[in-house]
Nanobody, 117 residues
């Protein structure tokens, strides 16, 4: 199984980025997909999740209203739209796949998001 995250970069505060995570080696539509992040010196934290069909989503309070998770099961890809970025959003962002809402069986390698103030 491979989860290939991309789309990170350097952006000014208030700007936007769109992260992508392409999955292979698994039946994509059988997995809930999640995004996590780890800021420098911090523990990894949950950011967002989307159900198998894409009809249900969950967000961390810190990103609710600014970030949007979506998926395209025809492309085996999950996305994370990051809007109104803040310096505290600076982190490595990881995508993950879980057979349930609360499990995570597979992890991607991460993509760096840096927000300058």
């Amino acid at each position: 199984v491979q989860l290939q995250a991309s789309g990170g970069g350097l952006v000014q505060a208030g700007g936007s980025l769109r992260l992508s995570c392409a999955a292979s080696g698994l039946t994509f539509s059988n997995y809930a997909m999640k995004w996590f992040r780890r800021a420098p010196g911090e523990e990894r934290e949950f950011v967002a999740a989307i159900s198998w069909s894409g009809d249900s989503t969950r967000y961390a309070d810190s990103v609710k209203g600014r970030f949007t998770i979506s998926r395209d099961n025809t492309k085996n890809t999950v996305y994370l739209q990051l809007n109104s970025l803040k310096s505290e959003d600076t982190a490595v962002y990881f995508c993950a796949a879980g057979s349930t809402w609360f499990s995570t069986e597979y992890w991607g390698q991460g993509t760096q998001v840096t927000v300058s103030s």
